[in-house]
């Protein structure tokens, strides 16, 4: 991949992730933080989970490694966890227009939250970040449905569609 398909891939992602916290922003309250038994209990954990993720592979990326993530009790409401989504997408956006070709293929050396030492080229690095956006946007989808609410279609495709 080079650096116009991860500007590509990251607009899809932020679009994908926008989509999914307007669909999330119709809960009433208690559904938003309704114990669902899922990888992360409920709609908020789970958002507040992608939200952090993204978060610490951005830190990750310029030097720093977070020893925790964000806590979803900072997060009572979508709103709340919008503003500082806006916050790590604009850096994110800035950091990935600004990428070189050569920066792609960086090794980038970091510590978990775990303590463990881990090793991978940024490119790689990158590309899992949305995948994994991905994985847990797809489970906030059946957790929507679980809740009697819409979830949003975040196809990659559909993305292209809606830019024409």
Same mark, same amino acid.
């Not at 989509?19 to 507040?48: C, G, H, I, P, W």
């Not at 806590?71 to 979508?78: G, K, L, Q, T």
């Not at 797809?138 to 990659?156: C, K, N, S, V």
């Given at each position: ?7 590509? =891939? ?10 999914? =916290? ?12 309704? #114990? =669902? ?13 992608i939200?952090?993720v ?26 709340? %966890? ?16 600004? %990428?070189?070709? #050569? ?24 590309? *899992?970040?949305?995948? *994994?956006?991905?994985? *847990? ?13 819409e979830?949003?279609?975040? #196809?990659?495709? =559909?993305?292209? #569609?809606?830019?024409?």
């Amino acid at each position: 991949m080079n650096k116009k398909d991860f500007q590509i =891939l990251y607009d899809f992602n932020r679009w994908a992730n926008a989509r999914v =916290l307007d669909a999330a922003a119709k809960l009433t309250a208690e559904q938003y933080m309704r #114990d =669902l038994s899922n990888s992360f209990r409920s709609v908020r954990d789970t958002l507040t989970h992608i939200l952090s993720v993204e978060w610490v592979w951005l830190r990750r990326w310029k030097g720093t490694s977070p020893k925790a993530f964000h806590d979803p009790a900072d997060f009572p409401n979508v709103a709340a %966890l919008r503003v500082k989504w806006a916050e790590v997408e604009r850096e994110q956006m800035e950091f990935v227009n600004s %990428l070189t070709e #050569d920066a792609l293929t960086t090794m980038i050396t970091y510590v978990n939250v775990k303590g463990e030492t881990w090793t991978y080229a940024l490119w790689q690095m990158m590309q *899992h970040l949305v995948n *994994h956006s991905t994985y *847990h946007r797809g489970q906030i989808t059946t957790m929507l449905r679980q809740l009697g609410a819409e979830p949003a279609a975040t #196809d990659f495709l =559909l993305f292209f #569609d809606n830019k024409k």
